[in-house]
Nanobody, 114 residues
């Protein structure tokens, strides 16, 4: 079993920044793939960014050049640095991990005011 705990969400004005963190516990080895998804009201959950290695990251087109996913060395903690936030980035952000199965965090609310 893998438990994912997110933190760092909140309310920010457009143009501002937030940094999300996700720490995984309950594992005994390094998780291969971690990432962030988001779900806005009335919309489907969508991929925001994924991290498999330092040279293998993926981003949704809508967040490229504004968001950066990173991972602490030798740990199962992943971060999402979000800059130049826009009102359309408002959503619940979920941490994701693949470790034999799909695992999800409880979600953290990000609200960007105009």
């Amino acid at each position: 079993q893998v438990q994912l705990v997110e933190s760092g969400g909140g309310l920010v004005q457009a143009g501002g920044s937030l940094r999300l963190s996700c720490a995984a516990s309950g594992t005994i080895a390094t998780i291969n793939a971690m990432g962030w998804y988001r779900q806005a009201p009335g919309k489907q959950r969508m991929m925001v960014a994924t991290y498999t290695s330092k040279t293998n990251t993926k981003y949704a087109d809508s967040v490229k050049d504004r968001f950066t996913i990173s991972r602490a060395n030798a740990s199962n903690t992943v971060y999402l640095q979000m800059n130049s936030l826009k009102p359309e980035d408002t959503a619940v952000y979920y941490c994701y991990a693949w470790y034999g199965n799909d695992y999800w965090g409880q979600g953290t609310q990000v609200t960007v005011s105009s």
